[in-house]
């Protein structure tokens, strides 16, 4: 492809993920799927300036509107921004690849071409930037994540705006974390133990993982770091009945399966049937043989009802803001309305209620999410807690001990206190929190 060609795809990609309603990853997936002539290098520079725009679109959107040039097209205003800003294009470079040709984007319209020559020479940040449009979240959120973060606020943000690891589960059903590197190693592949959880490893790169044996013989997943801690705090055991009552696609209810030798059962369970069923092509390749797969038709589906007091482990991944997942979602925090996160609250709140019933005397259930605001974590935990006599709130050290902490290669609790609250500036994962909650015998 022609470097204009390159760029029009970028263009036509930032208009096909603002038209729909799919995030970044799957909108990109859709788009090559459409354009299976489009070679890996080409792909690869496509992709990298697409989620280069995405990472900075408050500041590039903050130079468009100083530049008067806020009635242009949006898509193509924010390419020729980033190609100004980010790229470091002079103006006469960028007008070069707009030129109308076969396959490139159109010339540039009058704004345009005022508009790289306006930013011409300068850089992406500026002093007059207010702190929400340099560390790229949602104006509505600043004092939230300023309470949150206090004098951190500046390297948890920034540390957001950075792009995630590869992070990949050992799937112990089938090998072990040494045998796993020595596969991928043959592959091609580099990878390291991850410094928290015992089965993890963090991977240099971004390899084409999924044409690998490795993976497709199942011995490693896909996970972050963060999220494979909060399935190892679930401390699912041989032969116990375990819910993922938010299993989603299925990684935590994976993780969850291994941990458990294949033994006992788990239920999948979500209120989107499609999410569940694509769960099974991930199960077979891993080799998970106790797991069933259920579609609820909402928090409170008479399952519940039928099956209270009955489980051992209850997991309730909630639906969240996802904030502590814009590393890998730059896209997420633009999604999110200002009254999003009051609405999940009341959601996580009627949750957790109807989960709760699921457990056992003696049992427990682990409530998590990939949000980094208390209202959806804490204030959340303590809320159901309030009146609550045959509930305790265990310690997060003493589960990680009972779990993580006697597995060989796993890392020390980060942490003391009632809850695991992880951030990608402090411990290069996810932003995650997690509670577990035990009833009396």
């Not at 992406?124 to 309470?147: C, G, K, M, N, T």
């Not at 950075?162 to 799937?171: G, P, S, T």
Request: hydrophobic letters at 45%.
């Amino acid at each position: 492809m022609t470097p204009g060609a390159r760029i029009e795809a970028t263009i036509e990609l930032l208009g096909a993920l603002h038209a729909g309603r799919s995030p970044a990853d799957r909108t990109v997936a859709a788009f090559f799927r459409a354009r299976r002539y489009v070679g890996a290098k080409d792909r690869r520079a496509i992709i990298d300036r697409f989620y280069g725009v995405l990472r900075r679109r408050a500041a590039l959107d903050w130079w468009i509107e100083r530049a008067g040039a806020a009635e242009t097209p949006r898509e193509r205003a924010r390419v020729v921004a980033s190609l100004a800003l980010i790229e470091g294009w002079p103006a006469e470079r960028i007008a070069g690849v707009f030129d109308g040709g076969r396959y490139c984007p159109a010339p540039l319209a009058h704004a345009e071409r005022a508009l790289a020559a306006a930013l011409q020479g300068q850089a992406i940040e500026h002093r007059d930037q207010p702190r929400w449009v340099h560390h790229e979240y949602p104006s509505w959120l600043d004092r939230d994540l300023a309470d949150v973060f206090g004098d951190r606020l500046d390297a948890e943000m920034a540390a957001l705006m950075r792009e995630a690891a590869l992070d990949l589960r050992v799937n112990v059903l089938k090998t072990d974390r040494l045998s796993a590197i020595a596969a991928l190693a043959a592959d091609g592949i580099v990878a390291e133990p991850t410094p928290l959880s015992p089965i993890g490893l963090r991977v240099e790169g971004r390899p084409n993982l999924a044409a690998t044996p490795s993976f497709k013989n199942g011995l490693v997943e896909v996970q972050d770091e963060g999220s494979q801690l909060v399935a190892l705090l679930v401390d699912a055991r041989s032969g116990q009945r375990v819910v993922d009552f938010c299993a989603g696609a299925g990684g935590k209810t994976l993780a969850l399966a291994a941990a458990m030798a294949n033994k006992g059962q788990i239920v999948a369970c979500d209120v989107l049937a499609g999410r569940v069923d694509r769960a099974g092509v991930r199960l077979r390749r891993a080799g998970a043989h106790n797991v069933t797969r259920r579609a609820l038709s909402s928090e409170r589906d008479p399952w519940v009802k039928r099956h209270e007091g009955s489980f051992d482990r209850v997991l309730v991944d909630a639906p969240c803001s996802g904030t502590g997942t814009w590393r890998r979602n730059p896209d997420a925090r633009w999604r999110l309305d200002a009254g999003e996160p009051e609405d999940l609250a009341r959601l996580q709140a009627r949750i957790l209620a109807s989960a709760w019933r699921l457990v056992r005397k003696g049992g427990r259930l682990v409530y998590a999410t990939c949000s980094l605001l208390p209202k959806e974590n804490e204030d959340q935990v303590n809320a159901f807690l309030a009146d609550k006599p045959d509930i305790r709130l265990r310690p997060i050290a003493e589960i990680w001990a009972e779990s993580i902490g006697r597995s060989p290669g796993g890392g020390r609790c980060p942490m003391d206190g009632p809850f695991l609250f992880l951030t990608p500036a402090t411990h290069g994962t996810d932003g995650f929190f997690a509670a577990v909650l035990e009833r009396a015998p």
